[in-house]
């Protein structure tokens, strides 16, 4: 359940950046949505820790802040990746990535801490 509702709120943050970032478009259906986020959430599980490990040293000289362009980067690859699985989401550069891979940033944990329960809430 934690996995469809992750998958979700990154298909609403994703939507959200297509639709108020200039630069970003996505023109597919409610389906592909989700299939955009799936691509998402695969490229965010598998090629960003390889990144993070090789900038490292840079993410600790700017105290994280290189996360943003690692954020960036990762929506990039999902808009390539996407381009390859024939759904219609495009970055249209850099500027418009780490503007849309906050916007995604942000929406995804404001609705993760509205929506997910955390593990002491559990207890």
Do not use: Q
């Not at 639709?19 to 597919?28: K, S, V």
């Not at 290189?66 to 495009?90: D, E």
């Not at 990535?97 to 944990?109: E, R």
């Amino acid at each position: 359940m934690h996995l469809l509702l992750r998958l979700l709120i990154n298909a609403f943050a994703l939507w959200c950046a297509a639709r108020y970032i200039d630069g970003i478009r996505y023109t597919g259906s409610a389906t592909g949505l989700l299939g955009l986020s799936l691509v998402f959430g695969v490229v965010n599980a598998f090629i960003r820790p390889i990144l993070e490990f090789f900038s490292l040293p840079v993410l600790l000289l700017t105290l994280g802040l290189f996360a943003l362009v690692l954020n960036a980067a990762m929506l990039l690859v999902t808009s390539w990746a996407a381009t390859k699985l024939n759904i219609p989401f495009f970055v249209d550069g850099f500027g418009a990535a780490m503007l849309g891979a906050l916007l995604v940033s942000i929406v995804a944990t404001v609705l993760g801490w509205i929506l997910i329960p955390s593990e002491k809430d559990n207890d």
